[in-house]
């Protein structure tokens, strides 16, 4: 039998498919990366019985980088990344072996169908897929075709099916589009990115240049914002005058008239109205007219349409409102949540999905009283031709829905997606929103949500009611977020431009710059506004579309954009004076910051240490800035000094149940020795002499890691203790020892350095008061019940890694022996040979 391999673009997805596409008869078990699962199925494939097997990935399967050297931020000039730089893919996440898994899965499979999501990331996918499993697969007989393409835009029975009745070829173009893309991307944000950072790094004391990154989308999405600040602050309100009359008509309450000329700026203009109208004391009538006026039912639901009302209407984030809406398709809820399209096609089955709603809670009245009097033809829209508008696609109920958190949100949003569609087949008068809403307003699910929701307001924004006469007057409002921008990637931009900390989220939503945001944009309009205004992102989009379409060539369009941005690039680095004087007046000199802490090597004068983030080190004297390792504190080291360069050495401390190793500043960011990469202290240092370094205080191979050493941390008595130099592995040891060295033997049966130590008489473990012993941490019968194994708390949660499995490891056993030599060669002539051939 035959076997089909089908792919997906999520676990969930995979599932969901499977399960509709078997009838609900397949088996299931996990993949060997953990996170995909494989269902299997047979049934029939082009007329023969075939096995199915369905699964996923988690997303993009590789992702595009500069190959290893061009990482380097020190050894590369950014202008390079530009052209020179090969670019490379990697596998994205590295810890799914998402590409073994595809191999494995697939060998020895005949067909292959696609089920990846139906926009241009999805085509990219289908071909990281089809680039890993293809050499694996069987060859096709003949000339059969052995790639399909499903096209679906919901998770439902009939969507999927017809999908794998009609399924076609991916589409090349598509996928290059975006893989021209990810390419501009990388290389435009990373030379613009590593510039920057590396210039004002050096500069400010105040200001975290590790925020200062360029995004050729990211950067105009910020440019709106601060737009929007610049014209709010220039603002200057005006006062005016108003003429209101009120007459009466027997008892009634008094109505109140509004002046044909609205308004006027001057005082004495309006003291003369005031003065003409103040002494009549009748009003007469001089036409009367009567006309109907409809208000208009919404057009049907798009992708941005969707995060303005998320934002506005329920106050949630784009990225929140768009991780609800794809785990609302996945479930099979909506259809598939990124779309331009606003039109229905005319095979819609507008009927068939609106029945789905008929017993809902919320508009199923609504929704049967349609039915009845027959539908509507939804209003005209625009058919992008990518996916139907967003709609719902089978009935939730509160029980089917679950999980309480979620719960609110999901049917927030689902209660927003659903209004206009059911509002696009008929009139809006039908629909009691707030009166249907009000009738949850004391459940125990949802309660709370509809309550605030009722008093803060539930009204869609005035759109298309034309008030005709008046001008704008007010002050005009910041942006927001739901304002910007116009494809369904503004969520991430908008996510990319709050997290490095350019603009703020207020109230109401809205976005405000924050000082940097502001100094960065007006920076680039004094240098060159294209790389803040839209225009050329714009164009930019249009090439690649092009791209997608079959109609342009793919390097044509890269080289001719890399040229432009290269260009703008140089001309930038020219002219990056203008942003320095901007920068200059919101952020102080490196040389007012910091207090003085060590001394430098080469002048030999106190630099100063500067704690706001990134820490660093600066000697104004030689006008050089240093790194060091964040997120700890940082001291003098006895005033010690390395040996290489004479700079004095810092304690690097993660606090008192954390690791502490000394950093000589100048190796830190220039290593020494060719086998350091730049970024290690002491305890990584290979010098084969110095007293600090790994040569004299590691004593052996990490317990839990491969390539780790224990290293003796000297300041650490009384509880002393050795730390792993790569993972958060500290091993305590000798409490209340008086004193603890390496010695410059090592153990006959491991290879670990001896330790010699020297006991406190009176709390001495050794027979006879004796006080002084020498052996190995591992072997020695006597330490071996002195040594006790735990993990450095750590204040970045990225280091926390396998924080979670804690024990005692003592002894023998637990140090694997025999994989090779586990630490540096200790004998030092080979060292110096391996560092002064
Ligand atoms: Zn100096
Ligand atoms: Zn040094
Ligand atoms: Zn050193
Ligand atoms: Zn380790
Ligand atoms: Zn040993």
Redesign the pocket.
């Known amino acids: 039998m035959r076997t089909v391999f089908m792919v997906a673009e999520k676990p969930s997805l995979a599932q969901s498919i499977a399960k509709i596409l078997s009838k609900g008869s397949c088996s299931s078990r996990k993949g060997l990366n953990g996170a995909c699962s494989v269902h299997e199925y047979t049934g029939s494939f082009m007329g023969q019985n075939v096995r199915f097997k369905m699964t996923s990935v988690c997303g993009h399967v590789m992702s595009l980088d500069f190959i290893g050297k061009y990482n380097n931020w020190d050894k590369v000039d950014p202008a390079e990344l530009f052209s020179k730089a090969p670019t490379e893919k990697k596998e994205a996440n590295p810890k799914l072996n998402m590409v073994k898994f595809l191999q494995v899965e697939a060998k020895g499979c005949d067909y292959v169908v696609l089920w990846l999501d139906c926009d241009k990331e999805g085509e990219n996918i289908c071909f990281e897929v089809l680039d890993a499993i293809q050499p694996l697969m069987n060859m096709s007989y003949g000339n059969d075709c052995t790639v399909y393409r499903a096209k679906f835009s919901s998770i439902t029975d009939t969507d999927i099916c017809n999908a794998m009745n009609r399924l076609g070829e991916p589409n090349r173009n598509e996928a290059l589009s975006v893989d021209a893309r990810q390419e501009l991307d990388l290389r435009i944000g990373c030379a613009f990115t590593r510039f920057q950072t590396k210039y004002f790094q050096g500069k400010y004391g105040n200001l975290d240049s590790s925020l200062i990154s360029f995004g050729p989308c990211q950067t105009p999405t910020l440019g709106f914002c601060v737009e929007r600040h610049d014209k709010i602050q220039s603002f200057k309100p005006e006062a005016y005058w108003v003429i209101q009359a009120k007459v009466f008509k027997g008892k009634d309450s008094p109505l109140t008239l509004d002046w044909d000329r609205v308004r006027v700026f001057d005082r004495d203009v309006g003291q003369m109205f005031v003065n003409m109208a103040k002494t009549a004391k009748e009003a007469k009538v001089e036409s009367v007219s009567k006309k109907e006026k409809a208000k208009q039912r919404p057009i049907a639901l798009n992708t941005v349409e969707m995060l303005r009302v998320a934002s506005s209407a329920l106050g949630m984030g784009p990225q929140h409102t768009m991780q609800i809406a794809e785990r609302l398709y996945t479930q099979g809820y909506i259809s598939y949540p990124r779309t331009e399209t606003t039109h229905y096609p005319e095979n819609f089955d507008l009927k068939g999905t609106l029945k789905q709603q008929a017993n809902s809670s919320f508009w199923g009245e609504t929704v049967k009283a349609l039915l009845s009097e027959g539908i509507n033809r939804p209003k005209k829209g625009v058919d992008v031709g990518d996916h139907p508008p967003i709609t719902p696609m089978r009935a939730a109920s509160e029980n089917e829905l679950g999980i309480f958190t979620f719960t609110c949100l999901i049917l927030k949003c689902l209660g927003y997606i659903s209004y206009p569609r059911t509002e696009t087949t008929h009139y809006p008068e039908n629909f009691d929103l707030k009166g249907t809403l009000k009738q949850q307003a004391n459940s125990s699910f949802w309660g709370e949500t509809v309550k605030a929701l009722l008093s803060e307001g539930i009204n869609r924004p005035k759109k298309g009611v034309d008030v005709g006469d008046h001008p704008p007057i007010t002050p005009m409002r910041a942006a927001s977020e739901n304002e910007l921008g116009t494809d369904a990637s503004i969520p991430v931009h908008i996510n990319n431009i709050c997290q490095r900390n350019y603009v703020t989220v207020e109230s109401g939503r809205k976005l405000k710059p924050t000082n940097l945001g502001i100094v960065l944009v007006h920076g680039y309009y004094k240098i060159d506004a294209d790389l803040v205004l839209p225009t050329i992102r714009s164009a930019v989009e249009k090439q690649l579309n092009l791209i997608a379409l079959g109609k342009a060539n793919f390097h044509q369009v890269l080289q001719h954009t890399l040229d432009i941005f290269k260009r703008k690039f140089h001309y930038f680095v020219d002219s990056i004076a203008g942003m320095d004087e901007l920068m200059e007046v919101s952020f102080s000199p490196i040389a007012a910051t910091g207090k003085p802490l060590s001394r ?1 090597g ?4 106190f ?1 100063k240490y500067i704690q706001a983030k990134p820490s660093r080190l600066h ?1 104004s ?2 006008d ?1 800035t240093y790194s060091l390792p964040q997120n700890g504190a940082i001291k003098l080291y006895k005033e010690l000094k390395c040996p290489l360069d004479e700079f004095e050495l810092v304690l690097w401390t993660s606090g008192s149940r954390g690791k502490s190793y000394p950093v000589c500043p100048y190796c830190f960011s220039n290593p020494p020795f060719r086998d350091m990469k730049k970024g290690m202290g002491c305890n990584e240092c290979t010098h084969p002499s110095c007293q600090h370094s790994l040569n004299s205080l590691g004593i052996g191979q990490c317990v839990e890691c491969e390539t780790g050493v224990l290293v003796f941390d000297p300041t650490s008595g009384p509880k002393w203790r050795m730390a792993c130099n790569k993972c958060n592995v500290v091993v305590h040891f000798f409490e209340h020892a008086h004193k603890v060295q390496v010695s410059q033997d090592s153990c006959d049966s491991c290879e670990a350095s001896l330790v010699i130590v020297d006991f406190n008489k009176t709390r001495s473990p050794l027979p006879d008061g004796e006080t002084q012993h020498t052996g190995c941490v591992f072997c020695d019968p006597v330490f071996q019940d002195l040594v006790e194994l735990k993990h450095a708390t750590m204040r970045h949660p990225m280091h926390r890694a396998g924080g979670a499995r804690r024990g005692r490891g003592r002894g023998r056993g637990r140090r694997p022996v025999g994989r090779g030599n586990p630490k540096k060669p200790k004998d030092k002539m080979a060292a110096l040979a391996a560092y002064f051939v």
Do not use: G, L
């Open positions: 430098c080469k002048c030999h004068r630099m000697c004297h030689c050089e």
